[in-house]
């Protein structure tokens, strides 16, 4: 119990700055997010060769597009992963699992994210929020279904052990 208490508080506070992380970027000017995001192309060009990059769109800004969105993605793929490890805790403490809450926490992250860089001279979209939400919601599915299936695994094998 006392394990289960402490995952609780480290993927409570992992959540909560990661959490700080997305809207830290979100308040970045869209010049400077753009400009990060070019460099990162810049690079993964110089190593995979241009001939050799899909074609993402007619223009270099699609393709410095797609970066900017994968980073949106692997944020939130992360933050699912947090409250995927919270989730874990709160079961192990309260023998209750709470996806509901933790998908609706994934999804209210994403709209405050868009609500955010509004003020920030950056654009707001419904797509970004549905793609944050996808992104959170992917590892917590993955985590639920992994962590069902070892506790009826448990629960089997202790069936079969008061069989005998």
Not at 14 to 24: A, D, K, M, P, R
Not at 36 to 43: G, L, M, P, T, V
Not at 112 to 122: A, H, M, N, P, V
Request: glycine fraction near 8%; aromatic fraction near 10%.
């Amino acid at each position: 119990m006392k394990r289960a208490k402490i995952c609780v508080l480290i993927f409570s506070i992992l959540s909560v700055l990661w959490t700080g992380y997305i809207f830290h970027n979100s308040t970045e000017n869209g010049e400077v997010s753009n400009h990060r995001s070019e460099q990162i192309a810049e690079q993964i060009e110089a190593v995979v060769g241009t001939e050799n990059l899909p074609t993402v769109g007619k223009t270099e800004q699609s393709w410095n597009a797609w970066i900017r969105k994968a980073a949106h993605g692997f944020e939130f793929a992360l933050l699912g992963v947090c409250v995927g490890g919270l989730l874990i805790g709160l079961y192990l403490c309260r023998g209750r699992w709470y996806l509901g809450s933790a998908l609706f926490a994934v999804l209210l992250v994403g709209v405050s994210d868009e609500f955010i860089q509004g003020f920030f001279e950056r654009t707001d979209s419904v797509k970004d929020v549905l793609l944050d939400f996808s992104a959170g919601a992917a590892p917590l599915l993955i985590i639920s279904a992994v962590f069902a299936l070892v506790m009826v695994q448990k629960k089997t094998a202790k069936r079969k052990a008061l069989k005998f």
